[in-house]
């Protein structure tokens, strides 16, 4: 007794060529991650993620403090004096289009991807 027939095969090989497909561009593509960090609606500073050797924390002087830590493809808030900490909360920001913000401190941080083609962006 058979498990697949020769069609079942075809398709399931067909399938599995077509994920390898769509998969591969997104495997072997160089993604380059900038980050924008601006405070009270203007631009403080951009980091380009993709060139950072060694993490490296930084602070600003908003009141609350908030300290963001900048890592490889990686930046996030790492400490923040306001009650609710939402912004750590958010995690770390690792693909373009990503954006975390300390609302009582006024700071947003956004990254942005070459590849970012999105016009909107729900959740």
Do not use: H, W
């Amino acid at each position: 007794m058979k498990l697949f027939k020769k069609t079942d095969l075809i398709i399931i090989i067909a399938v599995l060529l077509a994920a390898a497909l769509i998969s591969v561009p997104r495997l072997l593509g160089s993604d380059r991650l900038t980050a924008e960090i601006y405070v009270n609606g203007e631009l403080e500073r951009t980091v380009e993620l993709s060139e950072v050797e060694k993490e490296y924390t930084f602070s600003l002087s908003t009141e609350p403090e908030v300290e963001i830590t900048v890592g490889r493809n990686e930046i996030f808030f790492s400490k923040a004096d306001c009650k609710d900490k939402l912004c750590i909360n958010s995690g770390r920001l690792t693909a373009g289009g990503q954006t975390a913000a300390c609302l009582p401190a006024k700071v947003v941080v956004s990254v942005r991807s070459d590849r970012d083609k999105n016009d909107v962006m729900t959740y």
